[in-house]
């Protein structure tokens, strides 16, 4: 029989109730607390949309093709179709928008013989496509991407692609926008880590090209139904480089040149006019439809049947969501970007079209994209939806400033002033500050920094101790966040216009063998050569040396072009003969007095050979007449 203490199990009913109700409440408390946690997370969060000011109640989709080419008889370049034929094709398809971008012929509505609009309101919009050289488009010249130019009828100009871009703008007086055309046939997601001699187009080097140029706006993502599959890759990598200071809006052309109609700048306006997409292509405020696999038949109208469309997005910053409401799509990815292979998906799903991107800030790297898929019928389209910028300020670094006027080299006179500056501008309205350093070598790294030296203009004593070189480092910061640019380096060219001498020479003395030491000067080395002479110097007999200056590394020589240039210093009281001079070397003659004759009789002058014999301590003296300037570089 078993007897059971009241008292004690009692208390062991109230220890147990009282753990389980500790359990239930502990299990319960993230359900309870999720919501305020989220709220907190969501608003250390910054989150970008570039649909924002896009009102999808009142606004229509309006289609675009901005990458056409025409054939040479009706002036174009390389294209299938004359321009009339474009437009009208595209105008059958339902297209609202062409540009026609041939290569380097740039195209207005006036070149093309029609009007800007037809009846139903198609819409032309001028352009070229900046193509260096077509003989080699694998490989352009001087390192040239091939440029879609919008909106303005701007020549090719410029050796690269940055200086191109900034040439269509300020030619078309800021009215150009630029895309940069097919990177998947220009480079490879692996080769955008790395750079070589025959592949300059590194990620670095895409970040550069868009942080310059403002008004390049976009890449092309697709090309001609999906010709280079990398595209999007390179995309992603490269919008790892831009976000959150620089978004890059993904295109899809058609880059027309046969009856390929496979692509489509998709854009929700307000009205059908070239301010309205320019406007919507500045923000991003646009999708991109390709079909990537199979096609519909040629013309058949109906063919946007299969693409997915969009007809709403928003964005809820509380509950942290992306909400995408569409039609026609059989899966939905969210996208971000990945260094090592371009592109990552995160989440994708028929019925994921709210995304919470609090539950995948660990797995977002500064964006995330939607892509909208629809697999129908063998035939494959897809509409990429702009990437919305998901990122915590506090990791994210402060913003670079512009240099908008490097130092320049400047001109001193030994052991006076000289005075470097730089402009600089802060992208985010932070302080600049500063930080000169001088080399020994034409670079901006390797440099030694220089105390005191933290002004935008650097001012100091141009004596022989000076560098040849400077540069700057100019610092933005904002909130606590930095960010810096390095100048290019400038040379400091130094002057010398005060008394040099050269001491230390010994006249010719018969007998005895040459004395070739000299002592330089500042800036400069001297070597003394005596003409004529062997071993020693013989009696009775005048001798010539010929001395010659030599500017040390980053000096030269000015001023100097005859003897009367030089004419006021003298050696050992002699005055020399100019040789030559200029540049890095200063070259004359110096001819001396006969030695004294033979020691053991009397020479013609009937002087003690003896006597005569003594050195002669030779002093040169170069006058203010010696200029000596450091050479640039």
Known sequence: MIRINKRTAGATLAAFVLALAVAVAAAFVPFIARPALRAQAASAIVITNPYEGVNFATAQQYKASLHVHTTPASGGSDGGYTQYEVAQNYDNLGYDFIAITDHNVASSYASRGFDSTNDRGLVIISGNEYSGDQTSPQKPAGGQHHIGSLFNTTELAG????????????????????????????????????????????????????????????????????????????????????????????????????????????????????????????????????????????????????????????????????????????????????????????????GLTTFNYLEKLDEINQYVRPLLINVQSGITCETVIQPFGVFDPAGIP????????????????????????????????????????????????????????????????????????????????????????????????????????????????????????????????????????LLTFDYDTAYTARITLKAKTGFVFEGFDDTASIAGFTVNGIEPVFVSGGGEMLVFNVTFAETGGDPGGTDDKGCGGAGSDAALAGLFVLTAFALLKKRRV
């Open 159 to 350: 050796e690269t692609t940055s200086a191109q871009i900034a040439s269509g703008v300020v030619n078309s007086g800021g009215a150009g926008r630029f895309v940069l055309h097919h990177p998947g046939r220009t480079t490879s997601l692996p080769l955008l880590n790395h750079s070589n001699q025959n592949q300059p187009f590194t990620a670095t080097w895409y970040k550069d090209i868009y942080l310059e140029n403002p008004e390049a706006f976009g890449m092309e993502v697709y090309n001609q139904q999906n010709r280079y599959p990398n595209d999007r890759a390179i995309w992603d990598r490269v919008l790892l480089e831009t976000f959150p200071a620089r978004p890059v809006w993904g295109l899809a052309s058609d880059d027309l040149h046969g009856a390929n109609f496979f692509n489509a700048v998709i854009a929700p306006l307000e009205e059908r006019t070239e301010s309205a997409l320019k406007g919507a292509l500045d923000a991003g405020a646009f999708f991109a439809t390709s079909f990537v696999a199979g096609y519909p038949a040629a013309g058949n109208t109906s063919r946007w049947a299969y693409a997915p469309k969009v007809s709403n997005i928003t964005v809820d910053t509380n509950a942290g969501t992306i909400t995408v409401a569409a039609s026609q799509f059989s899966n939905i990815q969210w996208i971000t970007g990945d260094i090592a292979t371009g592109t990552k998906i995160i989440a994708q799903g028929v």
């Open 398 to 533: 402060g913003k670079a400033p512009t240099i908008t006027a490097q130092p320049q080299s400047a001109n001193a006179v030994l052991g006076e002033t000289a005075n470097f500056t730089v402009t600089a501008s802060s992208p985010d309205g932070g302080t600049l500050s500063y930080q000169w350093y001088g080399n020994n070598t034409n670079s901006k790294t390797g440099g030694t920094l220089i105390p005191g030296a933290a002004s935008a203009t650097y001012g100091f004593t141009a004596d022989a101790s000076a560098y040849p070189y400077y540069y700057v480092i100019v610092t933005n910061t904002l909130d606590e966040k930095t960010a810096s640019v390095v100048s290019n380096p400038a040379a400091l060219v130094r002057k010398i216009t005060a008394a040099a001498a050269l001491g230390g020479v010994t006249a010719p003395v018969g007998g005895q063998a040459p004395e070739v030491r000299i002592d330089g000067g500042d800036g400069y080395t001297a070597t003394l050569v005596w003409q004529g002479v």
